[in-house]
T-cell receptor, first 116, second 114 residues
């Protein structure tokens, strides 16, 4: 069974600074997808970024980028030029590429605080 | 396009009652997944429906059930409610079940069991 681990329950960053959130996962599959979701206080889950395991190039979405290390089973999220609106709970998630399923396996989340 | 909608947004029930939650996916989306979010257990997958068929189920007791209608709207039902069923229930929709198609989440239904 696949598992996702986020070892940082809470993180804090100064506005305009850079922060990196960690995520590791365990799987025996070779093809899969990894996601970072953001959950602000409104509780609406929002997709931040996704990575396809067969792509070696790290995904980037504006100020958000990932460091995907497939051999190490590591998938960290870097937020550059942090903004107050980035304050939220961040979840790392795994999804198998094989089989007919959309099931996401989530980590326990990292609560990010942004200090003005 | 309108986003994923969930009704009701808040619900208070007592132990032993049953509850039905509704999820309307984004227009054109055929896959709906349900998740339970609690402080203790985090986000856990409940089940997934695609074209009115349940194609995956999480590790939850039989008190939790669901269905999907021909218009892709989905409902989940919890019978004989327990205090531990208090949670935020999230549904997510996607166009289909292939590959890494993005799942879009609704705002959730906050269920409180007294």
């Amino acid at each position: 069974a696949q598992t996702v681990t986020q070892s940082q329950p809470e993180m804090s960053v100064q506005e305009a600074e850079t922060v990196t959130l960690s995520c590791t996962y365990d799987t025996s599959e070779s093809d899969y997808y990894l996601f970072w979701y953001k959950q602000p206080p409104s509780r609406q889950m929002i997709l931040v970024i996704r990575q396809e395991a067969y792509k070696q190039q790290n995904a980037t979405e504006n100020r958000f980028s990932v460091n995907f290390q497939k051999a190490a089973k590591s998938f960290s999220l870097k937020i550059s030029d942090s903004q107050l609106g980035d304050a939220a709970m961040y979840f790392c998630a795994y999804r198998s590429a094989g089989g007919a399923t959309n099931k996401l396996i989530f980590g326990t989340g990292t609560l990010l605080a942004v200090q003005p | 396009k309108a986003g994923v909608t969930q009704t009701p947004r808040y619900l208070i029930k007592t132990r032993g009652q049953q509850v039905t939650l509704s999820c309307s996916p984004i227009s054109g989306h055929r896959s709906v997944s349900w998740y339970q979010q609690t402080p203790g257990q985090g986000l856990q997958f409940l089940f997934e429906y695609f074209s009115e068929t349940q194609r995956n189920k999480g590790n939850f007791p039989g008190r939790f059930s669901g269905r999907q209608f021909s218009n892709s709207r989905s409902e989940m039902n919890v019978s004989t409610l327990e205090l531990g069923d208090s949670a935020l229930y999230l549904c997510a929709s996607s166009p289909d079940g292939r590959g890494g198609t993005t799942q879009y989440f609704g705002p959730g239904t906050r269920l409180t069991v007294l």
